[in-house]
């Protein structure tokens, strides 16, 4: 029984790296970087009551549901990178898209973390504050 749950377990999880183009080190590092967002986004929700997802700035079931959405959403889109690597020979559409989104966790963590109170060097901040003007034009 073990052993077959272990197997099937197997399949799936190449099935789904294959789809992916791959498991490497790009894949895996924006994951963690997905995780890193999503676990500081719940730290300044629960514990400095700080978020701009919610209205009273506390967690919220509704905000956590709608950030694994677009957790979610993200990885859908990298999955469609490596499809349309794969059907027209390229090896970068996928790899530009992982890049693309780890760009955005990226600045989203530093946010949370000016959220909590961490000084950040000026260049950081104004980075972040800059991309924020331009993503509401």
Not at 19 to 25: H, Q
Not at 55 to 66: D, I, M, N, P, V
Not at 96 to 119: H, K, Q, Y
Request: aromatic share 6%.
């Amino acid at each position: 029984m073990k052993t077959s749950f272990c197997t099937a377990m197997g399949l799936i999880g190449g099935v789904i790296c294959a789809a992916f183009g791959g498991w490497d080190a790009s894949l895996a590092a924006l994951l963690i970087f997905m995780g890193i967002d999503y676990g500081s986004g719940l730290v300044v929700a629960g514990v400095f009551h700080k978020s701009t997802k919610s209205e009273s700035g506390a967690l919220e079931s509704r905000a956590g549901w709608k950030g694994l959405v677009r957790k979610g959403m993200t990885l859908l889109i990298v999955l469609i990178g490596a499809q349309l690597d794969k059907l027209l020979g390229l090896v970068y559409i996928r790899d530009a898209i992982i890049i693309a989104f780890m760009v955005n966790e990226l600045l989203s963590i530093l946010e949370n973390a000016g959220l909590m109170g961490i000084p950040l060097p000026g260049i950081l901040t104004e980075a972040v504050e800059l991309l924020k003007e331009k993503s509401k034009v």
